[in-house]
C-alpha cells in the first residue's frame, strides 16, 4: 500500500502529494504516516526511516518498470 508522505508542501485539504512522495507501507505504517498513530514520529530515528522507506520504495518502482528515468536502459 502506498502511503503518500504529507511534509514540505506536497498536499493539503483534499489534496494528496504526488505518488513519487509516497512510500510503501503496511497499514500499521500507513497510520502512523497520516497522524492516527503517533508513534513512528514520536522516534528519534523517524527521519532516518523515512528516508529508508523512499529509497526503498523508488528502487521498487524502478524494478517493476513504474518509475522510469530518461536515458535509462530498460531492466
Known amino acids: 500500500m502506498l502511503a503518500h508522505l504529507r511534509m514540505f508542501g506536497g498536499g493539503g485539504v483534499g489534496m494528496k502529494p504526488h505518488d513519487l512522495e509516497g512510500v510503501y ?3 500499521w505504517c ?3 504516516l497520516d497522524g492516527r498513530v503517533g508513534w513512528l514520529s514520536e522516534r528519534a530515528d523517524f527521519w532516518e526511516h523515512i ?5 526503498r520504495t523508488h528502487r521498487a518502482m524502478r524494478a517493476a518498470g513504474i518509475v ?4 535509462e536502459a530498460a531492466a
Open 51 to 55: 528516508a529508508r522507506a523512499l529509497v
Open 68 to 71: 522510469t528515468m530518461k536515458g
Open 30 to 32: 500507513h497510520d502512523c
Open 25 to 27: 507501507a503496511c497499514a
